[in-house]
């Protein structure tokens, strides 16, 4: 007869519970409950970003058992392209660009919105002089006469919101020849350089680049506001693939719900959010008084209903296409997921 000593019989028991955690290890598909979800989130460094920046620095999604990595772009067009290739999971940019990716076959979804009205012109020296508080077509046909040049006005690539609603200022709104005035395309950071260093008479930029821009340069002024350029002018939104969206809808509630939560603290507590998103924005070169100031601004509106801004990028993409930058249209709402949001918003 087999007689079992407390010692053997316990060797037996850890035996068995080493052979279940391996076979566990080895089983496919099989991950443990305390495994994070892995989320690689791309976005342009601008304050619209900021939810994603304080759900980051926050820590709740860590919380809601999710690992963040966070990865820069300088502009929305290049940032779908590498969504689109499967580099990054979601993306915190311009809703043009995923708009325009989607009637290329791409299979992106807007979850939430971040920000509207963001754009702004702003311009300095002789030509913000020349077309004053209220440009005209025939203020920039006289500054390119009396200087013999076209004025010159930055923005970023074709297809992102910058250059859409600075298309629709200029040729819809003032009704700008556009064989008078030249348009450069280029970076974020590029742009608000060239504009303190005279290379652009103005700009499309974004909050906190119109406060950084007017605090070092009292004599910059707004030649039109985001409501002026575009009304309701559909700015930065949340988007994610479909394939993440699929893998991991939970992950994807949770984090819907921590960027509503850091909407709502930006509002109410600008002053604390700006300390949070000065170490992504600021790092070290910029003071969060500044960044609470731009907090307080005319390109900053933060809001995070997808719903809100569906009849405004309706009109933007009727835009795109009228203007080249997409070939076709589609329904908007098919470009929208609205189920995570409505899940957890109360």
């Known amino acids: 007869m087999l007689r079992l ?24 598909g099989t991950a443990r409950a305390a495994d994070p979800v892995k989320l690689e989130i791309g976005y342009i460094p601008i304050l619209a970003a900021s939810p994603l920046f304080i759900v980051d620095g926050q820590g709740w999604a860590k919380e809601a058992g999710i690992q963040l990595k966070l990865t820069r772009f300088e502009s929305g067009p290049h ?3 590498a969504m689109a290739a499967g580099q990054i999971d979601l993306l915190y940019a311009g809703v ?20 509207v009205e963001e754009m702004v012109v702003a311009a300095r020296g002789p030509f913000a002089k020349a077309v004053g508080a209220n440009p005209t077509a025939e203020s920039f046909r006289k500054f390119a006469a009396d200087t013999g040049r076209k004025p010159k006005i930055g923005t970023q690539p074709p297809g992102s919101v ?22 450069v395309p280029m970076g974020i950071e590029k742009t608000q350089q060239a504009l303190l260093a005279g290379a652009l008479d103005a700009a499309t930029i974004r909050e906190p680049t119109v406060t950084v821009t007017q605090q070092m340069d009292p004599n910059v002024a707004l030649l039109a506001t985001g409501a002026q350029m575009f009304p309701d002018q559909p700015g930065t939104v949340v988007a994610a693939r479909a394939e993440v969206l699929k893998k991991s809808p939970e992950a994807i509630k949770a984090l819907v719900k921590a960027h509503i939560r850091a909407v709502d603290m930006i509002a109410k507590d600008p002053a604390a959010s700006a300390k ?10 910029m003071e969060p008084a500044t960044l609470e100031a731009a907090f307080k601004g005319p390109g900053s509106k933060f809001v995070a209903d997808p719903h809100k801004v569906v009849p405004a990028v309706e009109a933007m993409m009727a835009f795109t296409k009228e203007i080249g930058s997409a070939s076709e249209t589609i329904p908007v709402a098919e470009a929208f997921d609205f189920s995570f949001y409505d899940a957890v918003a109360k």
């Open 79 to 81: 940032a779908i392209q």
């Open 5 to 28: 000593t407390r010692r053997s019989t316990l060797a037996a028991l850890v035996a068995l519970a080493s052979a279940a955690a391996s076979a566990v290890a080895v089983m496919p």
């Open 96 to 115: 043009a660009p995923v708009l325009v990716a989607r009637t290329k076959g791409a299979d992106i979804s807007v979850i939430a919105n971040s920000a």
């Open 276 to 285: 949070l998103v000065n170490n992504y924005l600021g790092k070290g070169l």
């Open 162 to 183: 910058p250059d859409t609603v600075l298309k629709h200022w200029l040729f819809k709104v003032v009704k700008v020849d556009p064989a008078d005035v030249e348009l």
